[in-house]
């Protein structure tokens, strides 16, 4: 690989590391759950095959969910390097670099040198990789066990040796294993081996070995773990929540605009799809094209089974599975599109538009623009600016003879490409930005101060019910895992004086209730307040001391 490759890898490196450093500081439900279940093995014993919760109400807290290998690995650092909630970033982030040089190693095998460049380029600044790279999830995990068993299929695909093989059932297995959704992958293999063997594949035992190999182990695993859904109605998103399409796909827009804003301006950036047209439209005949619609075709029937889910706006991280295809597609188009010829009066024509173009617009952008209507119309001159400086490039290398179309898709290519990766930075930076540490983490120490290590809580969670009305994961675990206690959640919409006289009867001691959650359930708040003791109150957080309804009574 060259030097370029060399630069792009440090770029990605340091984009990755911008928030490595931060604790556990934000709202967020599944970054609290993975550094609680770390911290209670840390604490409470490392056998990795039982993962506890913080909101276990009164049972032992095991819960169902993906294989625990990332939490237990958080908390076995925090045996030799003491506990520092920053390691679980580190070790994401460690991850996310070996996820980096797997895609650098397959643009390379699969693309023309240009082409792997750019494919590089866009995948180590797409902002939901480098977002997952430094996420306290277990997704920088399976993005790198399966970015890793694509790649070695691929591999074998092109008759590389067995070893890639089977090397890639044994990736797929660990990454069905970090999140069930790596599954999907079987549709991008299963083409693959219809291509290669055809439907004499099913009489073959290797091919059953490779299912054996990549299945079993996640199936044994989700067999253990639901039985503590069973026991104690304890999951992560798993069996508490439904994610599946249904026939509202056709009559629920809900589906298509979250599809579609979340791969338009967190995957492909916008005009990114003008490359890709082009791309395949010139180049479809490449190897990667085909294994980048091979594996899009799997990753568009994830998206659309799991749709309930993955065209929720919360859920954008759910589309690192587009990555790969989409920087392949670029890749290839932009090698085909820089290397078209071109009419060298009309490419004048084109750097003198323009070149106007960024200044007009950059003049537009300061003078009548604010806010995120300035940052989009500085990125568009930005990128004519640079657009402009390519073609003027363009030219003193030559390769004329082109006609008008030619120019004109040379041109536009051109255009769509630096967009590309300058909407990517300005995301990288949007992000960066938006990361502060929530308010409510500094009430944490407050109302910790006021509960008993060993009293339980009930925490407000989130709503009962997803945008499409189906059963959803409430669970919201910040609170407990800032406050350092165990307790339940209850969901907005059945806050209730009796409901919170049923979690008392379980062990319930305290209430910390979100203020904007109680004035949607009515007067609420104020029933509350008449009923039990207010002990503390902080950003819009009430914590109510639950006496037992009994003895209020004989009171």
Known sequence: ???????????????????????????????????GIARNYYREGMNIFYPRVDWRGDTAGYAEMEFPLYPWLIALSYKIFGFHEFIGRVI???????????????????????????????????????NVSSAL????????????????FICWHQNRGEKFFWGSAVAISMAI????????????????????????????????????????????????????????????????????????????????????????????????????????????????????????????????LAARTTAAQWAAYYHIASVPTVALLLGSGAAVIL??????????????????????????????????????????????????????????IGA????????????????????????????????AQNWKASELRSCAPSFATEIPASALVLV???????????????????MLYWTDRRGFNICIEEQSLAAVASFVKHGARYYLAAKSTLQRRGHLEDELRQVYPVVAECNGNILFQLTPVETKVEK
């Open 460 to 478: 407000t969670g989130g709503s009962c019910v997803n945008e499409t009305g189906y059963p959803a994961a409430y669970n919201a675990s910040f």
């Open 177 to 304: 294993l970090a999140k069930v959704t790596a599954a999907h992958l079987g549709v991008f293999f299963g083409l693959l081996i219809l291509e290669k063997v055809g439907f004499a594949a099913l009489m073959k035992l290797r091919f059953w070995g490779f299912g054996a190999i990549a299945l079993i182990p996640s199936v044994l695993w989700y067999i253990h773990a639901h039985q503590f859904w069973q026991q104690n109605q304890l999951s992560l998103g798993l069996s508490n929540e439904y994610h599946w399409v249904g026939w509202d796909l056709f009559t629920n827009p809900f589906f298509v605009k979250g599809l579609a804003r979340t791969e338009a301006f967190y995957v492909w950036m916008p005009l990114g799809m003008v490359i890709l047209a082009i791309g395949v439209w010139l180049n479809r005949r490449e190897k990667a094209v085909k294994y980048a619609i091979y594996w899009g075709i799997a990753v568009a029937v994830y998206y659309l």
């Open 339 to 396: 290397q078209l010829k071109s009419d060298k009066r009309w490419l004048k024509r084109f750097v003198a538009l323009s070149g106007m173009s960024a200044l007009v617009l950059v003049l537009t952008s300061y003078l009548l623009l604010s806010g995120t209507a300035f940052e989009i119309g500085v990125v568009l001159s930005a990128t004519l600016a640079l657009t402009t400086l390519v073609l003027m490039e363009r030219m003193k």
């Open 1 to 35: 690989m060259s030097s370029i490759f060399l630069f792009i890898f440090i770029l990605g490196v340091g984009v990755r590391a911008i928030n490595i450093w931060r604790p556990v500081d934000r709202p967020t439900w599944r970054e609290s759950d993975e550094a």
């Open 400 to 431: 004329e003879g082109g006609s008008r179309l030619q120019t004109l898709l040379l041109s536009i290519g051109v255009i769509s490409l630096c967009s590309v990766f300058l909407f990517q930075t300005r995301q990288i930076v949007v992000d």
């Open 92 to 130: 994401s982030f460690l991850f996310s670099l070996l996820t980096l040089w797997i895609f650098f190693r397959l643009a390379w095998d699969l693309l023309p040198p240009l082409g792997a460049q750019c494919a590089a380029l866009f995948f180590a600044l797409s902002p939901l990789v480098i």
């Open 137 to 152: 999830q277990p997704e920088a995990l399976m993005f790198l066990f399966y970015l890793l068993a694509g790649y070695w």
